[in-house]
């Protein structure tokens, strides 16, 4: 059974960086389309990076220069490096996987993880 975990989100000034992880059992996550959205309290909820199973990456243009999407297929973990955070980045950050086998980020990443929050403040 497919199940996506994701971690490392927290409170973090702004400036700062974080990192979040997304576990995947139950899936090679390198076989697979994955991608991170986020959702801010009160708006819909938006892709901010995807990897597809060729490795190729896509990034939205609020976050393109200072988010970087990378796999680990050692570990069956997609990451979100995130730097420069700004404020507008507070957000619950999902990640997403397309179960079909060599999927690319073209098409429809809904299998989901639970979420992790992550709070720029000072």
């Known amino acids: 059974q497919l199940q996506l975990v994701e971690s490392g989100g927290g409170l973090v000034q702004p400036g700062g960086s974080l990192k979040l992880s997304c576990a995947a059992s139950?899936?090679?996550?390198?076989?697979?389309?994955t991608g991170w959205f986020r959702q801010a309290p009160g708006k819909e909820r938006v892709r901010v990076s995807c990897i597809s199973s060729d490795g190729s990456t896509d990034y939205a243009d609020s976050v393109k220069g200072r988010f970087t999407i990378s796999r680990s297929n050692a570990k069956n973990t997609v990451y979100l490096q995130m730097n420069s955070l700004k404020p507008e980045d507070t957000a619950v950050y999902y990640c997403?996987?397309?179960?079909?086998?060599?999927?690319?980020?073209?098409?429809?990443?809904?299998?989901w993880g639970q979420g992790t929050l992550v709070t720029v403040s000072s």
């Open positions: 139950g899936i090679t996550l390198g076989y697979y389309a």
């Open positions: 997403a996987a397309d179960p079909h086998y060599l999927s690319s980020c073209q098409g429809a990443l809904d299998a």
